[in-house]
């Protein structure tokens, strides 16, 4: 019996430490590409204004997102939403790179999720709740 509770904290403490690394990475890109899409859209040559409206619409789509989550993430399951989320978020980044059209880069930046409330699960959930989930 102890050996397999003594497996069940070694799996406890794995899942913990996954989901907290992903959580610091996702965390890190967020932040990163915060700053670097300002200085980014600046060296294209948009202005204060345009910067601001591409930022204030990624922050929307964060929060839209971040509803979604509450309401879809149990019916399709939290892993699959949030594999789907990430993908967005890079498609979103890819977009807005790929992209000088300033309304095809509002649409891209609403996929970026800027906001702090793009750390959708680890932050909001206990990490033994999310490993229950699979």
């Given at each position: ?43 294209l ?54 992209s ?7 649409v ?27």
């Open positions: 019996m102890n050996s397999q509770a003594s497996n069940g904290d070694v799996n406890t403490y794995r899942d913990r430490f996954i989901i907290n690394t992903a959580a610091l990475l996702r965390s890190l890109g967020v932040g990163l590409m915060g700053v670097v899409l300002g200085i980014y859209l600046s060296r040559g948009y202005s204060a204004l345009g910067i601001g409206v591409v930022v204030a619409i990624g922050l929307v789509g964060s929060a839209i997102a971040t509803a979604l989550v509450g309401v879809a993430a149990d019916r399709i399951g939290r892993k699959r939403f949030l594999v789907t989320l990430s993908l967005l978020t890079a498609l979103g980044g890819l977009g807005l790179y790929a000088v059209n300033f309304p095809l880069l509002l891209f930046a609403a996929h970026l999720h800027l906001g702090p409330e793009s750390q959708l699960a680890p932050r909001r959930k206990s990490p033994s709740v999310l490993c229950q989930c699979r």
